[in-house]
């Protein structure tokens, strides 16, 4: 066990839709990543945010959106669901994300499962 | 950009043998972290194992251990004394430092089937 938690473990919705994913991380972590795997892209960095405030962003859609609350939880969002973002959604966390004076290794939670049909 | 490629998508060992998987990169950068990934059935990715890239000493944890090769650009991971539940993907990324962000960058993946 990792420490970081998701929610749902699975979601199963329709094209159109509009999902949140939730994700708690380690306790004492500050930056939560997000990442999507899926068969044909492999695993992908979506976006990261530190301390509440967004840090960096990867290949997420205009579609997705994220934010980190106060008490450090994240919620990733997507949107005008279409087949192709079935995936693995991944949540990540790590002590800071900011720089290399801390152990910057990211722990995983266990995913949750997205189809859309 | 970084890239991270792994050249072999599937291995096969034979349990209580030894199996070693290849990972290449690119990258401009001087300071980075390179890690292993295992992803067994269950989907879950679990840290294998971590080097800083200004380390010279190769990482070693219980039956895992890399060979660091920064002027090649290599980092392959050794599994010694394989166990049935080795079986999984395993996944080596590449993370910079730096205040901009530490995303990780993952090889496409080695699929590990260990045999009794």
């Known amino acids: 066990d990792s420490g970081v938690t998701q929610t749902p473990k699975h979601l199963i919705t329709a094209t159109g839709q509009r999902v949140t994913l939730r994700c708690s991380p380690r306790s004492g972590d500050l930056s939560v990543y997000w990442y999507q795997q899926s068969l044909d892209q492999g695993l992908q960095f979506l976006i990261q945010?530190?301390?509440?405030?967004?840090?960096a962003k990867g290949n997420i859609l205009e579609r997705f959106s994220a934010q980190q609350f106060p008490d450090l939880h994240s919620e990733l969002n997507l949107s005008s669901l279409e087949l192709g973002d079935s995936a693995l959604y991944f949540c990540?966390?790590?002590?800071?994300?900011?720089?290399?004076?801390?152990?910057?290794?990211?722990?995983f939670g266990p995913g949750t499962r997205l189809l859309v049909l | 950009a970084q890239t991270v490629t792994q050249s072999q998508p599937e291995m096969s060992v034979q349990e209580a043998e030894t199996v070693t998987l290849s990972c290449t990169y690119d990258t401009s950068e001087n300071n980075y972290y390179l890690f292993w990934y295992k992803q067994p059935p269950s989907r879950q990715m679990i840290l294998v194992i971590r080097?800083?890239?200004?380390?010279?000493q190769n990482a070693t944890e219980n039956r895992f251990s890399v060979n660091f090769q920064k002027a090649a650009k290599s980092f392959s991971l050794k599994i010694s004394d394989s166990q049935l539940g080795d079986t999984a993907m395993y996944f080596c990324?590449?993370?910079?430092?730096?205040?901009?962000?530490?995303?990780?960058?993952f090889g496409g993946g080695t699929r590990v089937l260990v045999k009794p």
């Open positions: 080097q800083e890239a200004y380390k010279q």
């Open positions: 945010y530190y301390n509440g405030e967004e840090r």
């Open positions: 990324a590449f993370m910079k430092h730096g205040a901009a962000g530490n995303k990780l960058t």
């Open positions: 990540a966390s790590s002590p800071l994300g900011t720089s290399g004076r801390a152990d910057e290794t990211q722990y």
